[in-house]
């Protein structure tokens, strides 16, 4: 029944198979905040979730992106439009 547990779980239905695999986590402690984790250590800022099935869509782009990007990714940040990159120094 908790609305952020509820827009996490729409957020996850929303990603195709391959691209849910590719999340390791899911971080719901700050509702302003959401973040979600790849298995590769890359840092996804979701902020509240209230567009979910947008950033979803946005999250799927990122991972296909991410497999062609060569320099270390530390987070992107969906919270901005476009999202912004922070590389790792």
Not at 11 to 23: G, M, R, T
Not at 52 to 65: H, Q, S
Request: proline share 6%; net charge negative.
């Amino acid at each position: 029944s908790d609305e952020n547990v509820l827009k996490a779980a729409g957020f996850l239905e929303s990603l195709d198979n391959a691209d849910l695999e590719q999340i390791s986590e899911i971080n719901l402690a700050v509702p302003q905040n959401i973040m979600a984790y790849t298995t590769g250590g890359v840092r996804i800022k979701l902020g509240d979730l209230s567009l979910y099935e947008e950033k979803a869509k946005k999250t799927m782009v990122f991972l296909e992106d991410l497999k062609t990007i060569k320099k270390p990714i530390e987070y992107v940040d969906f919270e901005y439009t476009p999202p912004v990159l922070k590389f790792k120094p």
